[in-house]
Structure formats: C-alpha cells, structure tokens
C-alpha cells in the first residue's frame, strides 16, 4: 500500500518542553489509523502539525510522496487535500444541515465564486448525496441548533468531506456520543476510507478495536510501537506505558 503521509524526525519544542521527540510515521492510502498513548504522548500535537497548526522545530511531512507539508501554509495545506476536524463542532447553528454543507462548497471555491455563484444542479445532488452519506438527509432543513451532538458532528466531517480531502484527521470523534453514534460514526469512517485516508486520535480502545485498519502508540513525544490492535495489545511496552493502565 502506498503512503500518503510520511513524517521523518519530527520535532516540536514549546519554550523547551520537548513535546515531539523525532517522530517517524508513515500513513498508507486508504486506511483508518488510529494514534493512541498516554495523556501527553503528542498525538494532537502531532496532527496540529500536519494541518501547521503548529509548527514543527525540526523534520519534515511529506505529502502524496511529493509535497513538504511543513513549507505550506495551513490554507494552501487544505487546498492539497489534507483537513481537520477538531473537538468542538463550528458548524453554524442558525443554519439548516444544507445550508452548512453549502457554505463548506463555496469556501473551496473561493470568495469570487461565491459572490458569483448560482447553485448548479450538480453542485445540489452533491450535497445531498453528502447528506445521505452523513445520516442527515431527513433533517437537512431544520436548524443544525436541534440537531443531537452526534448529528452536528457528522455534519462537521460532512463540510471537512465536501472538500474533497485526500486526508481526513479526526480528534477525538466520538467524545460525548451515544453508543448508537459511536456505531454510527464507526460506519460513516468505514465510508469514507473508500474514497480518503483518514487519522485519528482516539482513547476508547472498544472503537479502536473495532474500526482501526491499523495502531500507532505514542508515549512521551515518539511512537512506541505500530501495528494491528491485536499486534499492539500483545507488545509489553505498551502494556507497561498504556493498555495495562488504562485497555
Ligand atoms: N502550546 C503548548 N505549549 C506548551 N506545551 C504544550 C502545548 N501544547 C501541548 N503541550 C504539551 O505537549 C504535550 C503533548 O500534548 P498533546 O496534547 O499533544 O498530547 P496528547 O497525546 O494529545 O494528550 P491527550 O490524550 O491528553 O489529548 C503535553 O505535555 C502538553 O501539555
């Protein structure tokens, strides 16, 4: 399988505290890696980085085997095809699913486009193909502000996925969910490794377990081990610095 993120010594130093100790990783095309470890292991760090929301000290992120992710600025990261999803939604409450997803469309366009845009059938059947994607086609017209927390978060991937990403990098996704929306949220990310690579981070390891292709544990700034959750659950080093503790 072929990579479409590698990380080679990556560095992050905050005023000293070395919060990234030389991170070497690569993600292949088409998987759902998850990053475990410890409270302070780096993996929000770690994805701060590859979206430049942090900057890197030293090393480098390569792209689709070809762009320094580290060079670019965080828009122009976005435009290659790598998004974020963080914790809390910013989806905009006072506006109906569809509305969202419209907006999400737009700001890919560009400012010109979207003084200029009239919404083409095309661009229509697209969202509401998102919509069914996301579970949200029957509530597409009421306000994102009645929608459960599951539902404003599955309408967040929505406008991260109407990009058209290449990387998807979830936080946490199903923080605060209702067993039935973990299943859910499981689902959709099984969906969306059809068409995009995604990384998340995750502490619920009956999630992990269940939706990883693949595991990378971290602890104190680098990766510990990688591997399939079984590989990973069997390692003694991370059953010593992790799943003893907290698995
Ligand atoms: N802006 C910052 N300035 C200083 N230290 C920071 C900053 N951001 C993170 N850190 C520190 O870097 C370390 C790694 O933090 P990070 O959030 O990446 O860990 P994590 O593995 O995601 O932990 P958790 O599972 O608790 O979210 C922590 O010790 C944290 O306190």
């Known amino acids: 399988m072929q990579e479409i993120l590698s990380c080679r010594n990556v560095m992050v130093d905050f005023s000293g505290f070395k919060a990234l100790q030389g991170v070497n990783l690569d993600v292949k095309k088409g998987e759902i890696l998850f990053l475990i470890g410890p409270n ?24 689709d085997g070809k762009i320094s992710l580290e060079k670019l600025p965080e828009y122009k ?10 914790q809390a939604p910013s989806i905009f409450i006072h506006l ?5 997803l419209e907006i999400a469309m737009k700001q890919k366009k560009g400012l010109f486009s979207i003084l200029l845009a009239k ?43 109407i990009q058209e990403p290449k990387l998807l990098l979830l936080d946490e996704p199903i923080a605060g969910m209702s067993g039935l929306e973990r299943t859910k949220t499981g689902e959709l990310m099984q969906e ?18 269940k939706y ?13 081990s ?19 503790r907290s698995g």
């Open 40 to 63: 302070g292991a780096g993996k929000t760090t770690l994805l701060d980085v590859i979206c430049k929301k942090t900057k890197l000290t030293a090393g480098t992120v390569l792209f």
């Open 77 to 86: 990261i976005v435009h290659e095809g790598v998004v974020r999803k963080f």
């Open 96 to 100: 109906t699913p569809f509305e969202n």
């Open 119 to 161: 919404m083409s059938r095309l661009e229509k059947e697209k969202i509401d193909s998102l919509l069914n994607k996301i579970g949200l086609f029957d509530v597409r017209n009421e306000t994102a502000s009645s929608l459960s927390h599951g539902q404003k978060q599955w309408l967040e991937i929505g406008m991260q996925l």
């Open 192 to 209: 969306i490794s059809q068409i995009c690579t995604v990384l998340v981070v995750e502490h619920d390891m009956d999630f992990v377990r």
């Open 212 to 224: 990883s292709t693949r595991v990378i544990v971290m602890h104190e700034g680098k990766v510990l």
């Open 226 to 244: 990688e591997g399939t959750m079984q590989e990973i659950q069997e390692n003694e080093e991370v059953k010593n610095v992790y799943l003893g």
